[in-house]
T-cell receptor, first 116, second 114 residues
Framework: GAVVSQHPSWVICKSGTSVKIECRSL??????MFWYRQFPKQSLMLMAT?????????EQGVEKDKFLINHASLTLSTLTVTSAHPEDSSFYIC????????????FGPGTRLTVT | GDSVTQMEGPVTLSEEAFLTINCTYT??????LFWYVQYPGEGLQLLLK?????DKGSNKGFEATYRKETTSFHLEKGSVQVSDSAVYFC?????????????FGQGTRLTINP
């Protein structure tokens, strides 16, 4: 089946620094990628939707200047957490869609971010 | 807005036991319903889906039926195995401002003991 990878799988950074998370579709072209955030024992919350070559669409309440999303190619999207703070510590998950319909989303394994 | 509520975990069962994980939803439209499974260290995988009322999704011995009258999509398996240990997410997809989006429940951690 379709595979989505994320890198890194775990990152620790200091407060005030920025960190970039990569999401790659390994064996298909992803026209749309999604970024989710998951808090412990809570559900995945959609942060933003990105289409290749265009600006990301952010969900209500998500700061677009803090969570920079770039979808420069059909196989790569990046999420940059700028000026990270401890409250940004979370599990970030991406997914990629090959065709039409949400059930064709393929999920990455997630990246755990810890801000100290 | 749309939402999904799952039974709280964790759930611990013995091998070959019967499994039910409850899921109910609220939606303004007519959503499609899904169960995703996340094995340790892996990404979410689609387990099964149903797109209209009374549809039954099934895969790997798991089943769930789309019940519109009770707004439910409970996951069942007749005889669980140790390899079924994972986190299970119920989800719906609906149109939000012209875009199809997934809304997830909080997940239920299932542990099967041999």
């Amino acid at each position: 089946g379709a595979v989505v990878s994320q890198h890194p799988s775990w990152v620790i950074c200091k407060s005030g620094t920025s960190v970039k998370i990569e999401c790659r579709s390994l064996d298909f072209q992803a026209t749309t990628m999604f970024w989710y955030r998951q808090f412990p024992k809570q559900s995945l919350m959609l942060m933003a939707t990105s289409n290749e070559g265009s600006k990301a669409t952010y969900e209500q309440g998500v700061e677009k200047d803090k969570f920079l999303i770039n979808h420069a190619s059909l196989t790569l999207s990046t999420l940059t957490v700028t000026s990270a703070h401890p409250e940004d510590s979370s599990f970030y998950i991406c997914s990629a869609r090959e065709g039409e319909g949400p059930y064709e989303q393929y999920f990455g394994p997630g990246t755990r971010l810890t801000v100290t | 807005g749309d939402s999904v509520t799952q039974m709280e975990g964790p759930v611990t069962l013995s091998e070959e036991a019967f499994l039910t994980i409850n899921c109910t939803y609220t939606a303004t439209g007519y959503p499609s319903l899904f169960w995703y499974v996340q094995y340790p260290g892996e990404g979410l995988q689609l387990l099964l889906k149903a797109t209209k009322a009374d549809d039954k999704g099934s895969n790997k011995g798991f089943e769930a039926t789309y019940r519109k009258e009770t707004t439910s999509f409970h996951l069942e398996k007749g005889s669980v195995q140790v390899s079924d240990s994972a986190v299970y997410f119920c989800a719906l997809s609906d149109l939000f401002r012209g875009a199809q989006k997934l809304v997830f429940g909080q997940g239920t951690r299932l542990t099967i003991n041999p």
